[in-house]
């Protein structure tokens, strides 16, 4: 029997780069860029497959389409979809484990050179003709930023957690982690675990890594904040809310943080006014870090091996 698969807002994984032709061999494939959530419903129609990456699937959507039996996350966080309300109809639901460690490991250190450096504000500088009219042989607008030697501190130390913590030590850094499950076989000279307080008060830089839950929601805070040294760089590769972004921002204002770099904030897009947007020395990205190409082939063959896992009587990366 041929299945129905549905694709609800295909876009964001496949703008055209890629081929859908791996879900095309396992049914009869229908892809949308966007669903509107009006949509949603009428879309999924009678398809017994479901592949959303951002597009909610409530539990007035599993109770109005009961053909539904499998649900593909196209990504690692599926807070889109209403588990509970999925496993009560009877509903699989995957997600992608582990397609973009390297990617936002990788990201998280573009987003710092970018605060050590400015490199593009230089460049545009240079451009606009400042270095042909400088009596100096040289000039720079901010502060320049050598990392060797520096505190690195990592809270949540999971995957991409470890993968920016190698990275910080190829830089010369020594990397403090804080996780509620270390894992002692990362240890080494220059990595250790530590209690939170003593990670926010010796890092001079800290990168979160944590996912976003009823614990870790709000956790950089004024409170928090307060602890860490004076002239610290914040970065948030993570999920927007856990920082209080109000906060930050203060900080930023007040120089206790020299800078940060978030590529996640609370609300995405921004349909109101987020305070990091406009908070001085904060560069803010629009949740790009997960998204190099190469990171975007290894999601599409990851969601399709998911679905035919699933066909086979075998799902594999289920999250119910």
């Not at 100096?136 to 130390?157: A, N, R, S």
């Not at 996640?264 to 406009?278: A, C, F, M, N, R």
């Not at 990205?285 to 998204?291: D, E, F, K, R, V």
Request: hydrophobic share 45%.
């Amino acid at each position: 029997m041929s299945h129905t698969i549905v694709v609800l807002d295909g876009y964001t994984l496949n703008p055209g780069d890629l081929s859908w032709e791996g879900f095309e061999n396992l049914g009869n494939l229908v892809v949308y860029d966007r669903t509107p959530a009006d949509k949603i419903i009428e879309r999924i129609g009678t398809a017994e497959i479901v592949i959303t990456n951002k597009t909610p699937l409530t539990a007035e959507t599993f109770g109005a389409c009961p053909s539904i039996t499998y649900v593909g996350v196209l990504a690692t966080g599926y807070n889109v979809v209403d588990v509970q309300a999925a496993t009560e109809h009877g509903v699989v639901v995957t997600n992608i484990p582990t397609y973009g460690t390297a990617a936002v490991a990788q990201f998280v250190f573009a987003l710092l050179l970018a605060l050590c450096h400015h490199v593009e504000s230089h460049s545009q500088a240079v451009k606009s003709g400042r270095w042909h009219t400088s009596v100096d042989f040289c000039f720079w607008d901010y502060p320049l930023v050598e990392l060797v030697g520096k505190t690195f501190g990592i809270i949540g130390m999971g995957r991409i957690g470890y993968a920016t913590a190698q990275i910080a030590q190829a830089f010369g850094m020594k990397v403090l982690a804080y996780s509620r499950t270390p894992n002692k076989a990362w240890e080494s000279e220059t990595l250790s675990y530590v209690e939170l307080h003593e990670l926010l008060a010796k890092s001079d830089v800290i990168s979160l890594h944590c996912p976003l839950t009823d614990a870790t929601k709000g956790l950089i805070n004024a409170k928090t904040i307060a602890q860490m040294k004076p002239g610290v760089l914040l970065i948030n590769t993570s999920r927007g809310p856990i920082i209080v972004e109000e906060d930050l921002a203060d900080a930023l204002k007040r120089g206790h943080v020299a800078g940060a770099a978030v590529d996640v904030i609370t609300e995405e897009p921004p349909k109101g006014h987020s305070p990091l947007i406009d908070a001085p020395n904060c560069i803010v990205t629009p949740h790009i870090a997960w998204a190099p190409y190469e990171t975007r082939i290894r999601l599409m063959n990851i969601a399709v091996a998911n679905l035919a896992a699933f066909i086979e009587g075998k799902p594999v990366h289920q999250v119910n």
